[in-house]
C-alpha cells in the first residue's frame, strides 16, 4: 500500500507564509505527477499546482507568483512554498501523487490522495 502523509498547515495572518509538505511511502516504484488542491468550506476542490517527474510545473492563476511546488524525489516528497497569503487561500490542502507501483505480473499507475491539512489565513 501507499500513504501520503502532508504536514506543515496552520493558522498565519495575512501576508504570511507556509510551507506544506507530502511525503510518499510504501510500494513505490516510481512518483510521476504530483498536485496540490484545496477546497474551502461550500466549493469544489481545485487544483492548486502540479509538478511532473521532471520538473515541470503549472499553478492556478489565483496562486502565480505567490507559491511555488517543488518535489525531491530522493525523498519521494513534494512541498508548496505559499507566500504573501490571503484570506482567500483559507482552505483543507490536499495533496495527491500518481504511483507506479510494480510486481512480478507488471505495473500498474494509481492515483493515492493524502488526509488534508488545515490552512486558516486570518488577523
Known amino acids: 500500500q501507499v500513504q501520503l502523509v502532508e504536514s506543515g498547515g496552520g493558522l498565519v495572518q495575512p501576508g504570511g507564509s507556509l510551507r506544506l509538505s507530502c511525503a510518499a511511502s510504501g510500494s513505490i516504484f516510481s512518483l510521476n505527477f504530483m498536485g496540490w488542491y484545496r477546497q474551502a468550506p461550500g466549493k469544489q476542490r481545485e487544483l492548486v499546482a502540479g509538478i511532473t517527474s521532471v520538473g515541470t510545473t503549472n499553478y492556478a492563476d489565483s496562486v502565480k507568483g505567490r507559491f511555488t511546488i517543488s518535489r525531491d524525489n530522493a525523498k519521494n516528497t513534494s512541498y508548496l512554498q505559499m507566500n504573501s497569503l490571503k484570506p482567500e487561500d483559507t482552505a483543507v490542502y490536499f495533496c495527491?501523487?500518481?504511483?507506479?507501483?510494480?510486481?512480478?505480473?507488471?505495473?500498474?499507475?494509481?492515483?493515492?490522495w493524502g488526509q488534508g491539512t488545515q490552512v486558516t489565513v486570518s488577523s
Open positions: 495527491n501523487a500518481d504511483v507506479r507501483r510494480c510486481s512480478m505480473s507488471g505495473c500498474t499507475d494509481y492515483r493515492y
